[in-house]
Each structure stands twice: as structure tokens, then as C-alpha cells.
Antibody, heavy 117, light 106 residues
Framework: EVQVVESGGGLVQPGGSLRLSCAGS????????MSWVRQAPGKGLEWVAD????????QYVDSVKGRFTISRDNAKNSLYLQMNSLRAEDTAVYYC??????????WGQGTLVTVSS | EIVLTQSPVTLSLSPGERATLSCRAS??????LAWYQQKPGQAPSLLIY???NRATGIPARFSGSGSGTDFTLTISSLEPEDFAVYYC?????????FGQGTRLEI
């Protein structure tokens, strides 16, 4: 079964840092672009960042550039999102998703990040 | 940035009826348009990719059409489990973007 599973969410103070992880299984992880997508409480979906299979290309939404870093370890079939200088507006469920045929499939169950003092 | 505008925001229908959801892009996205379904408390799941291709396991009552800037998701005969929020998504240009969603309610 193809699946991705996120971990690492939690409560963090404004200005703090957090690292999210995503474990992929059931597919050849290194051959796929991978993405992070977030959803603020009661709101819609927002793409955050993606990374090419070999890690050689990365893209970010403007609102996280310079604060978030996407990375991967293909030996561990893992995707990461290092989030620094967190703001209240970064509060959201963060989903990991595989890029497949110019869509996202599958999605993980999500991990909640809450930025609050 | 390509803006996707979905309409209507809310669609109220009954089981057995036909649902037509629209997604309009601010510039051409060719056929790089996907649709997702999200039920309360769950992650989104892929319905349609490449504007008109059903994802694995998706019932035939779901169909997608369109290219360029205007796209449609049609559910031919609503089942109770179809009441959810639907998002369109473009994969033509970075930043990747989503529509604001259409809530399909009874």
C-alpha cells in the first residue's frame, strides 16, 4: 500500500522552531517529487513547498521563504520540513503528499502545528 | 500566481441529484488541473487528475472536464457519502495553488 505518515507537530511559541517529518512507504520514494500542504483551522488548502526526487530542486510559497526549509533523506524514505521563526498564522494542519501525475496522491493524515504563547 | 475561483461556494442538493462544480483559472493551466474531496476531520483525497482522469477507485459517477481556464467536476447522481468539500488545484506553474473550495451539502 502506498502511504505517507507525518509526525512532529505540536505547540510552539511565536518565533520558535519545529521540524516535521514524513515517512513514505509502498513506492520508490526517491523517484517522486514530494510536497507539504497546510490547512489553517476552518480554512482551505495552501501548498507550502515541494522538492524534487533527488533533492536538487525546491520550491516554496512566498509566505514561508527564508523561514521554512524542505529536505529529504531518500535512504530513509523520509521528507522533512524545518520551520523557523514561526508565526501565529503558521498554525495549521500540515499534510505531506506525494506528487503524482501533476496531482497530490496520497496524502498523509496530517500533523497539527499550533503557534501560540 | 494563478488564482483559482470555485463556484458556487456552497451547493445544496439531495441524494440522487446531479452536482456541477466549477473552477476557473486566472490564466491557462492547460490540463494540469486536479480535484480533491475532503470530508470533515479527514485529509483530502484525489478524485480527478489531468482535468478528466479519475483516480484509482473513484466511482464512475465522478467526471471532470475542461482545459485552459474553465473546468467542471460533475457528480452524476449524488450518494450520501458525496457530501463534502471539493477543491480544485493547478499544477501548471509555481506557486501551486488551490481554489477556495465548494461545500456540497444536503
Amino acid at each position: 500500500e502506498v502511504q505517507v505518515v507525518e509526525s512532529g507537530g505540536g505547540l510552539v511559541q511565536p518565533g520558535g522552531s519545529l521540524r516535521l517529518s514524513c515517512a513514505g512507504s509502498g513506492f520508490t520514494f526517491s523517484t517522486y517529487w514530494m510536497s507539504w500542504v497546510r490547512q489553517a483551522p476552518g480554512k482551505g488548502l495552501e501548498w507550502v513547498a515541494d522538492i524534487r526526487g533527488d533533492g536538487g530542486e525546491k520550491q516554496y510559497v512566498d509566505s514561508v521563504k527564508g523561514r521554512f526549509t524542505i529536505s529529504r533523506d531518500n535512504a530513509k524514505n523520509s521528507l522533512y520540513l524545518q520551520m523557523n521563526s514561526l508565526r501565529a498564522e503558521d498554525t495549521a494542519v500540515y499534510y505531506c503528499a506525494r506528487d503524482w501525475s501533476r496531482s497530490f496522491d496520497p496524502w498523509g493524515q496530517g500533523t497539527l502545528v499550533t503557534v501560540s504563547s | 500566481e494563478i488564482v483559482l475561483t470555485q463556484s458556487p461556494v456552497t451547493l445544496s442538493l439531495s441524494p440522487g441529484e446531479r452536482a456541477t462544480l466549477s473552477c476557473r483559472a486566472s490564466q491557462s493551466v492547460s490540463s494540469y488541473l486536479a480535484w480533491y474531496q475532503q470530508k470533515p476531520g479527514q485529509a483530502p483525497s484525489l478524485l480527478i487528475y489531468g482535468a478528466s482522469n479519475r483516480a484509482t477507485g473513484i466511482p464512475a459517477r465522478f467526471s471532470g472536464s475542461g482545459s485552459g481556464t474553465d473546468f467542471t467536476l460533475t457528480i452524476s447522481s449524488l450518494e450520501p457519502e458525496d457530501f463534502a468539500v471539493y477543491y480544485c488545484h493547478q499544477r501548471s506553474n509555481w506557486p501551486l495553488t488551490f481554489g477556495q473550495g465548494t461545500r456540497l451539502e444536503i
